[in-house]
């Protein structure tokens, strides 16, 4: 259970990097492994420099930890490793469809080719800061 101090830190604290809204058919790829050639598409919903919100059906994207691929023809080496910050059903989904989830990840060591890569996709496809 939560205590109250640190909901008073959430609320109050201001995130260290902003946050871009990305095109709404905008689509990345998770692997549990940096060579793994297995990864399953999830859409992303916005992206930091430090972490980022994706949503996905129950199919899909139930690891804890694992990599992200921000371009599907980019070099493994620009793969970012991630861990699950939160992993929260989304409400409103009719009764006949797959349950969608919405995971918040944050970033974990990056490689310079995964800098590099977070910036060209940043450049290319976000809308507007958050």
């Known amino acids: 259970m939560t205590d109250i101090t640190e909901i008073f830190h959430r609320l109050f604290t201001r995130r260290r990097d902003q946050r871009f809204t990305v095109f709404g058919d905008t689509f990345v790829t998770l692997s549990p492994a940096i060579s793994s050639g297995q990864g399953k598409k999830v859409r992303i919903v916005d992206i930091s420099e430090s972490g980022a919100v994706f949503i996905y059906n129950s199919s899909a994207a139930s690891e804890n930890s694992g990599f992200l691929k921000l371009f599907e023809a980019g070099p ?9 910050a939160s992993d929260v059903q989304v409400s409103g989904a009719s009764q006949t469809e797959d ?3 919405r995971k918040s990840v944050k970033f974990k060591s990056m490689t310079d080719v995964g800098q590099s890569e977070l910036k ?3 450049k ?3 809308l507007s800061q958050k």
Do not use: Q, Y
């Open 76 to 84: 493994d080496s620009g793969k970012i490793r991630f861990e699950t």
């Open 99 to 101: 349950p969608c989830w």
């Open 120 to 122: 060209k996709f940043l």
């Open 124 to 126: 290319a496809f976000s």
